[in-house]
């Protein structure tokens, strides 16, 4: 069974500052693992995705994650936050063994500060 | 690319009423189909996976007769929430794809609200 988890349910940095927001996952098989942002009332937006190839992935907003299998951890990061980044980040797996099935983690609340 | 919209964005409804939500990918054909539920502050959790032109596949726990999918074109999936109770009450999200292990694109959400 696929599961993923964040260690951080709520995170807050000033505005410039890096962007750490954690996720590690445990899988049966290779997975897909992605960050998905969430601003208040609004649907999800990919912001990136690993599919075993590259272990760095780039995503939108100058985001970025590196897929770390020794350690089995998707950590999110940014190297300079901006306000509107403040929104609800979630990690999420997907195992192809289970046809695409995403299983999502609880979710970071990210607070930008002035 | 890849946009998927809801309708409506929200509703109210007494309880007893049914309550039909539609997802469309508008910029490409979805293969599959997803419907979540959020409730407030916590993730979301799957309820059922739809093919075009086959029955949902839906979680446990998930009631069909409750919940009716329908998903009766390459565009095109609707959520039919049956005889709705407050307890029904929550933010509802669908995804589609444009292939059996695609990428989900999701849409904004349907807020429902029942009394």
């Known amino acids: 069974a696929q599961s993923v988890t964040q260690l951080d349910s709520h995170v807050s940095v000033s505005e410039g500052t890096p962007v750490l927001l954690r996720c590690n996952y445990s899988?049966?098989?290779?997975?897909?693992l992605f960050w998905y942002v969430q601003h208040p009332n609004k649907g999800l937006q990919l912001l990136l995705k690993?599919?075993?190839?590259?272990?760095l992935v780039k995503g939108i907003n100058g985001f970025e994650a590196e897929f770390k299998k020794s350690e089995t951890s998707f950590h999110l990061t940014k190297p300079s936050a901006h306000m509107s980044d403040a929104a609800e980040y979630f990690c999420?797996?997907?195992?192809?063994?289970?046809?695409?099935?995403?299983?999502f983690g609880t979710g970071t609340r990210l607070q930008v500060t002035l | 690319g890849a946009v998927v919209s809801q309708h409506p964005s929200w509703v109210i409804c007494k309880s007893g009423t049914s309550v039909k939500i539609e997802c469309r990918s508008l910029?490409?054909?979805?293969?599959?189909m997803f419907w979540y539920r959020q409730f407030p502050k916590q993730s979301l959790m799957l309820m059922a996976t739809?093919?075009?032109?086959?029955?949902?596949?839906?979680e446990q726990g998930v009631e069909k007769d409750k919940f009716l999918i329908n998903h009766a074109s390459l565009t095109l999936s609707t959520l039919t929430v049956t005889s709705a109770h407050p307890e029904d009450s929550s933010f509802y999200i669908c995804?589609?794809?444009?292939?059996?292990?695609?990428?989900?694109?999701f849409g904004p959400g349907t807020r429902l609200l029942v009394l």
């Open positions: 999420v797996v997907s195992d192809p063994g289970t046809a695409s099935k995403l299983t």
């Open positions: 690993y599919t075993s190839a590259a272990t």
């Open positions: 899988s049966s098989y290779s997975p897909s």
């Open positions: 739809s093919n075009e032109g086959s029955k949902a596949t839906y």
């Open positions: 910029d490409f054909q979805a293969t599959t």
């Open positions: 995804s589609a794809s444009p292939d059996w292990l695609g990428t989900q694109y």
